[in-house]
């Protein structure tokens, strides 16, 4: 049963790029969650996906922005790159219809340079 | 506003002893969910164990069990019987069931386990 994928595993951007990240959720999961770590911090949430619609956002400005397909995997992007946008990207599972646990994925470490 | 504090950045205990980490939670929500996660240097975040608001018993999963302190907002984490494996940051986090899946999280403790 494969769990939570997540690529590119490392990725080194510069200011004002764009970038796109990609998650796949554990089988049997259908709705996905994004959350930024910066170094030596706890996991922040960016916003959640389900039925291919963003259904909750946390305090994140309009340059990260996000998909679900209909296969449940999904993107985060974010444009503009700052440097301050340099963290682990971590992509969490859950099932709407029941289980309490989200399950995480390895995350992408963003540097931005 | 929902908060999680761990007051311990770090810690060193002896193999084979008993570690407890600490967490408080601060909500006016009668119906949350606690977690602990495991995040080795790997990055990878690891659920560890989880304690619902209405349940009554404290939850154990193997080595792991939650000292759940309703009154006090405390729900700390119990590791039996250390192994050097252990060594971490663990992260203390709560979700609140009846208004969204977003999962806060605390700053985290991290453990480091001595030979």
């Known amino acids: 049963d494969a769990g939570v994928t997540q690529s590119p595993t490392h990725l080194i951007k510069t200011r004002g790029q764009q970038v796109t990240l990609r998650c796949s959720p554990k089988s049997g999961h259908d709705t996905v969650s994004w959350y930024q770590q910066a170094l030596g911090q706890g996991p922040q949430f960016i916003f959640q996906y389900y039925e291919e619609e963003e259904r909750q956002r946390g305090n994140f400005p309009d340059r990260f922005s996000g998909h679900q397909f209909p296969n449940y995997s999904s993107e985060l992007n974010v444009n503009a790159l700052l440097l301050g946008d340099s963290a682990l990207y971590l992509c969490?599972?859950?099932?709407?219809?029941?289980?309490?646990?989200?399950?995480f994925g390895p995350g992408t470490r963003l540097t931005v340079t | 506003a929902q908060k999680i504090t761990q007051t311990q950045p770090g810690m060193f205990v002896q193999e084979k002893e008993a570690v407890t980490l600490d967490c408080t939670y601060d909500?006016?929500?009668?119906?949350?969910?606690l977690f602990w996660y495991k995040q080795p240097s790997s990055g990878e975040m690891i659920f560890l164990i989880y304690?619902?608001?209405?349940?009554?018993q404290n939850a154990t999963e193997g080595r792991y069990s939650l000292n759940f302190q309703k009154a006090r907002k405390s729900a700390n984490l119990v590791i039996s019987a250390s192994q050097l494996g252990d060594s971490a940051m663990y992260f203390c986090a709560m979700r609140l069931m009846n208004r969204d899946d977003k999962i806060i999280f605390g700053k985290g403790t991290r453990l480091h386990i001595l030979p």
């Open positions: 969490a599972s859950s099932s709407r219809q029941g289980g309490d646990e989200q399950y």
């Open positions: 909500t006016s929500d009668p119906s949350y969910g």
């Open positions: 304690q619902g608001s209405y349940d009554q």
